[in-house]
């Protein structure tokens, strides 16, 4: 557990803007476990007594904060600050909500707002992949000079890479195929497949453990009675 909180510290540090960086950290100590207690155990004596509003106010700073990754004129910059947020933002509203659920009893209904920020994360995470991709294609430009004294040059500029490339060879006639022919096309490829691997190990893992979640969430939300602490009654 240890670990896992100087890891997240660690993160929350790198976050390019003051307000989130801010607020994972705030996130973090609140969460973070005392050296004599075990946390686990503080949380699950601690639940009975009454609402804490540590999640409440943690899950409202998130959804007024998170336009700071969300609406940035770059959202594909911003992939990975968002899967942090994301992930802290959903683990917190798991373990509320599991420990909020009256074994064999009422069901907390912080189910039902961990659901619908799923639902929230998911669907923005599949638009961020796809907007990533179409906007990666935008910065790769192709030029061709077709039979220019007797030869085809093919010219390749990534914005991104600041990288230019050309591949030039003897004119061929239309239909036909020349060592050239497919160089834009296969570094379009390239490219691509990168930039779908980068996505995978920075957004889509989380996004696939997310959408396994939601199925709990789901059938959760679907049992959630009216409170959020079915132990004190509190709405």
Known sequence: VTVGWAIAEFLASLVPYPTVSSLLLAIIHAWEPKPQDNYWDHVKENVAQTRTPLADSITTSVIANRYLTEAALLPSSMTVDFADIASVHTLILKDVAESYTVT???VSRWWVDLNRELDHYIAYAVWL???TITWRDTKIQCLMDIDHGGYDEYVITDDVREYT????????????EGPCTSFCDLYQFQVNRDDVTWL???????????GRLKLQADAMAKLASKYYNPFTRDQ
Not at 200 to 210: I, K
């Open 104 to 106: 064999g009893g009422e």
């Open 129 to 131: 992949e796809a907007d």
């Open 165 to 176: 490339e050309t591949c030039k060879q003897l004119h061929v006639s239309e239909g036909e």
């Open 200 to 210: 995978r190990h920075n957004l889509g893992v989380a996004r696939e453990q997310w």
